[in-house]
């Protein structure tokens, strides 16, 4: 069975397994403050480009998410967001559990226009009895989105725009951003996202990492206190070495990038090779999730030795997703392809 | 200047007030364990037909649905409501304050059926990811909704059935209740409700009191620990016999029904002057707020003396809202229908 | 059966009453925006010689500290207050319930001192695993407190000066301020707190009011969007006038001082008495509770006749709470001074 | 440098990092759904003796704790607990971030006894204002405490008689568990928490795992929804098998007992060599945290080579801990003893 329903089906990138052992009898002070998490800091900085800005590294996404957008907003403010946002209907409530309202933007495709912040947020004020709903504390985005499709330069800077002209921190959900960064086509650097957003991280459990997401506060007057937030949400690790460990090697040598775009080179392989073959796709994108749309006899053809999701339907056929990631092999690819001829 | 523009402009019904006057020196205990709650109670009771509820009384609406919402539901369960419902975007993400994420249900005239919630319900198990999902808690109806509109007791009977089924408590708010159940054409009794509810409230606030709503609880199971909750979200009034002894008023001699009747009377008078000078509704209420579409031109006139809400548009006229209450003088109707002609 | 148990055992003073009756069909617009609101907020800033300040008004005590508290701290920040404070241990755990940590002072007496609030502050930051703690993030004081006593002047500017060098708010509860304020020999004027507090409130429910505590903020800056705040806790009555009314009432010729002296005569009538009698006391309170030490059997032959608290054991004998309130009439203390000699 | 400070410096035994090495390019499903979570699961019935009982595994202690406590108590309910405990003073308010406070009892060595337990919520439900106060919900333990110490199987069953009794679940805190388990003298086993707990954790962290907790629920009528819950508190790791494969690997063959065992051996080593010196201790702790008292001149001069934490003052001389672990090498407690002598 080839497993092509996610991105975290394997353990870690091998360089980090070894990095571990490497580590493992070294003796640190826990909760993040050893010389690895410092180390990892320093690379992140400068990958940023950003030498200036805080960096913390939580376990997992939900974790950061909750705890990102808790130490943010003001009880009587809610996130903005996509209607398809992960914390607008993945993460068990979790926003809520804070106390915070999910202020969902219908889309189409899972991306947000800096229009429709405006609209929204002119909305709220001019109501007159705004008082009585919640107000927009902060704009939520993810890059790539959930369905893989990307943010343009032009894009991000009329967000950047909005939230200035609104007073909105801008918090960019990155849990697959390397492979958002190293997509072909792409005009968005980690360096434009360190100058557009206020709050933004590089997830690393769904490229390369066993878990980890780096948070990266270019707005420090934003999180003044924000370990005290980490520790309250459950995610200051006591071992905090494991993740700047994770974080040093990924941030050695650009594996982090090499890594993600293997994993979007083998996904617009497999794009070609269905265009080839004459099906469409979901939607357009150019990241580690595709998104075919085929005959339900193909889907289970291919379901007896390929995984995949369903993702809905689409008239007569159905939409499924193919996730490529830093751990997939070439032959698993190539054998879908034979597959789909 | 004659106000229309909601149910709460005045004080409280005479009797009322004469009542507090007449028991303002006698000295009872606080927090709701005087004499006065006690007969409220037993007045409601028997006006419910249920002689063994619980009956509670709160300050205002808000309070009351967060209160009994956040009593009812576990962390990680949410409120099933309309998309219009109160607690969706009028209460200032109150249920959110408390950790739950209300789950609208998209609706045309505010009222959701049985259909509907089985259908939310079963979608949620379906899903594979449902743990990462808000698990639907409580169903929340409002009755009349807030336009204005009446379960039949058959719809009632079918979100109870579905509610029975799928486990859910029933929670009808009744900010308005008064004018519901004194409505033309209704089939809805007092005593259906609470038959047909887990816990519902008696709206006092809207319907002749000061302030104060009448939480009936007929499956007191539910509410063990009811008073630590009323306690905790500030709606212990100290001297809770104010409102023992406004709710002993409007259910002493039909008070409640009369004055409700009343109101409901004047809005239908209103309907019929609007029908017969050709006008339209936004829809078919019969309770004491009315909608109807009306040019801008009359709307600009209308203001000049009149007092109502805008609702909204219809094309290139206008949706505006008249509310009638217990204290509406059918002079102030006949000079409003006067002015429409 | 004369009532001493607590200070909110009758309703309203009668002037209150009165003002309700004359406005009662005034139509007016809802959720504290009218003319009895605005009136009353003139009238306090008078009162308070800060003619700047916001004045919002609430319905109860609970609601009032719990709504300000969850505006003010971030959600990692704690209230500090004596271990005695209301929202301590009289709440229903309504502090905790936003999310916050209540830091309980150890007193005596229930003031806490300039000394202890800096002790605890740097005892917090100077700990090296103060990220795993909660941090202090504001100041609250009861004046007079819950066992009647008051901070003088210089211990108020004080608790100023620490909060200032500590970048705390200071909270002041005022559910029993009218009795603080005219007590005999405190050197604390309204204007005072108007200078040393962000926000306190000046307590109506328990001073002459049916209900209704009046928030002033000095410190506007630390409450700007309060209202939302208000709405989202259930506070925002949708018949706000009834605040503004009864608070007009209160301020104007001076009623709120002269009810409230009225009653710590009486408390301290009583207080003679007892003295002359023998009898010691719990604490030195000049207010309207006075807590005298008294022989069981003593207790027991007025309680056929009078009603009181009862506070605590001191050795052999107990202590007992006697409340006078606006209400109390002087032949009941007189009954009462009767009964004990 | 030698380090003594806590017992979570290194990384984790070579065994788990072997395994996850092993099984690293394994594909699994993700969220605690693959075999090797079920593996672990059954081990850890077995180790437990209830073939029965559900198995969570979580990340991080204080995610654990406040996901458990937060599933268990109702909005209006408090943790009872040593004024000590993890969850009062060291996980950063997370527990009244969840909206609930704890309730801390005075203890002299951390542990309470049911006869503590018993007159608290007897003492609540005995006062007449009861519903103003935090309803006691749950025990919370922990074994071994803060400092070391461990219950007695009496002890134990007295708290599960008095939880019976009043109807309250016990959950005991095992962040340490197998340094307890293993300890000289105690008669507790793992069977008899899984008898006596409703709910209990297995600490990973602490004992030779990179992180990762076992959550056991012999009553899971407690918490049926419980996986809700911890994607909603950010511990559902998107990569499971992780938790999975290090508590499989501690459960077989015994090696999480070895482990533990092997600590407490060392720690009572170095206190025996201790006591021969002549010095005292702080408590009678047998398990891998060990308290002496020395002379701050002793302090100074060990610092020079080893790291421990200073835990508070003994009259002129200072608290100490020094902490073993599955990692403490023979030779660097052989140095601390020679460096002692």
Known sequence: MYRFECDYTEGAHPKILEALAATNLEQTPGYGE???CANARRLIREACQDPEMDVHFLV????TNTTVIAAILRPW???VCADTGHIAGHESGAI???GHKVLPIP?????ISAEQVRALVEAHW???THEHQVQPGLVYISHPTEGGLLYTKAELEALRAVCDEKHLPLFLDGARLGYGLMADGTDVALSDLARLCDVFYIGGTKV???FGEAVCVPN??????FRYSIKQHGGLLAKGRLLGIQFETLFTDGLYFDISRHADAEAMRLNAALRAAGYSFWNSSTTNQQFPILPDALCEKLSKDFSFSNWGRAGTDRIVRFATSWATKPESVDALIEAIK
Request: no cysteine; hydrophobic share 35%.
């Open 208 to 210: 390369g990492a066993l």
């Open 126 to 128: 001019a109501d007159a």
């Open 107 to 111: 889309t189409a495709d899972g991306k």
């Open 34 to 36: 050893d010389s690895h």
């Open 60 to 63: 997992g996404g939900t974790q």
């Open 220 to 225: 420090k007057a934003l999180l003044p206190d």
């Open 96 to 98: 809520e559990a804070t």
């Open 77 to 79: 403010q809610g996130a």
